[in-house]
């Protein structure tokens, strides 16, 4: 983020308009001009403005013109994001050797706030070969490629993303202790790669390794997930580790290509 | 949409920030000022300002201050429609119901654009029980939601989506043809359901229907999903269809109550 923008350059109705769609979440789905204006802190004339103008272009809905609720194009900006992913392509046929060699699903994931979301997938044991869930969104803290993001980032901003969330007991076995997680983000960083063994839910281990570019930063991460009662947590270790580092090498050499 | 909002009430640079997040694509995941303005149809000194203000707020991101790429935090405003709809938690206990009864897979969707994208989704046969897929994309004309969902829409729209976009060959049961799927689309308003007999995938059949708000507009796709292997169509039809009716019959009479 650059924090040296001048005031000049800054287009503020253009931020006011991401807040409010930003605004809309579970506890509000449906707002009205006086309840928008309120929540993003803005004049009712300001915010009038900006509502019709998402209704225009389709990302607002109303049914009677007080209630604003946000449509489904909003989803096609997120895609845009997915869809101009440099990486998701080429990495795609290297995912794909990997579950075929280790015969268990392999995913790969970006960080969004306090979500791993997943940018492409290559599940086996399944009904469908075709890779369902890009988009999929999973907590954090819960998660090998969550913890591998979270290695991946300063100190300072994983202390504030951390405190920031709330973690849940997902399973007995999930960490929720703020400070157990973040030791557990240092030994990600000492050792190259992170397991979670049914923290998520019951039954599922994981393992997973950062992805980083030219610059030594983390772009993204690979896991390979598996069942409990399948792989042991040495497994993971003995078996899966090797092949999962090699393909990350193979994909970190092709993304530096770019 | 609203078509007669004041030209005084349109905020133009609110518009033109959103088309340039909507610009990048696999085809051009990154782009400098130049491409930018041109794509877009904007000067290069709006252009600059638009890409300096969502590189300031964090939606894009530069290595070299000349190649922009959209950055992870695009996805947060797809998801804030996603956690803000306000049928999607209403409709979960339902599905899971349904997917408990059938023991099959449950999906909800949505329309954007030429896809479906899943909103809800509980999935049976499977190492997770936790639901995977929510944000999901899938392809409108090979998919039975996808059916249920264009056929909710006025002809002239249907005949301008369907020719807008380039269906392909998935499998050989894909129908690619423009008008053998209008009338495909006919026919599900007449039946009121819609079946995909293995043209997403080879071994995946699906049965959906819509889900329609108080002024019997289909606002959402419900389907239930399974290996050919183990349904055939006649069971689909005999099977699962009278149970997946008497759900959406639930979700409707809990959504008009909203």
Redesign the interface.
């Known amino acids: 983020?650059?924090?040296t923008?001048k005031k000049s350059?800054?287009?503020q109705?253009?931020?006011?308009?991401?807040k409010v769609?930003?605004?809309?979440?579970?506890d509000?789905?449906?707002m009205t001009l006086t309840e928008v204006a309120k929540r993003v802190d803005l004049t009712r004339a300001n915010a009038?403005?900006?509502l019709?103008?998402?209704?225009?272009?389709?990302?607002v809905q109303t049914e009677d013109g007080k209630q604003f609720?946000?449509?489904?194009?909003?989803?096609?900006?997120?895609?845009?994001?997915?869809?101009?992913?440099?990486f998701q392509?080429l990495a795609k046929p290297y995912l794909k050797a990997l579950a075929e060699e280790v015969n268990e699903s392999c995913s790969m994931s970006?960080?969004?706030?306090n979500?791993i979301?997943y940018v492409a997938r290559v599940q086996t044991?399944?009904?469908?070969?075709?890779s369902?869930?890009?988009?999929?969104?999973l907590p954090v803290y819960a998660t090998s490629m969550g913890r591998v993001l979270l290695a991946g980032l300063p100190d300072e901003e994983v202390q504030k993303l951390l405190k920031e969330m709330k973690p849940q007991q997902l399973t007995p076995n999930t960490i929720i202790d703020i400070d157990q997680l973040i030791k557990r983000i240092q030994l990600v960083r000492e050792r190259g790669w992170a397991l979670a063994d049914q923290e998520?839910?019951i039954?599922?281990r994981s393992i997973a390794c950062p992805v980083k570019d030219k610059n030594g930063l983390t772009i993204s991460a690979l896991n390979i997930s598996?069942?409990a009662s399948r792989v042991s947590k040495d497994e993971m270790l003995e078996k899966f580790l090797p092949h999962l580092k090699s393909t990350v090498v193979q994909i970190e050499n092709a993304i530096h290509k770019l």
């Open positions: 983020m650059d924090s923008i350059d800054f287009v109705s253009l931020e006011k308009g991401l769609i930003s605004t809309f979440d579970s509000n789905p449906k009038r403005r900006i019709l103008t998402l209704q225009y272009l389709g990302f609720s946000l449509s489904p194009k909003v989803l096609s900006l997120g895609y845009s994001y997915l869809s101009a992913l440099p392509e970006v960080l969004d706030a979500d979301v044991n399944r009904i469908m070969t075709i369902l869930g890009v988009g999929t969104r998520l839910e039954g599922v598996g069942h």
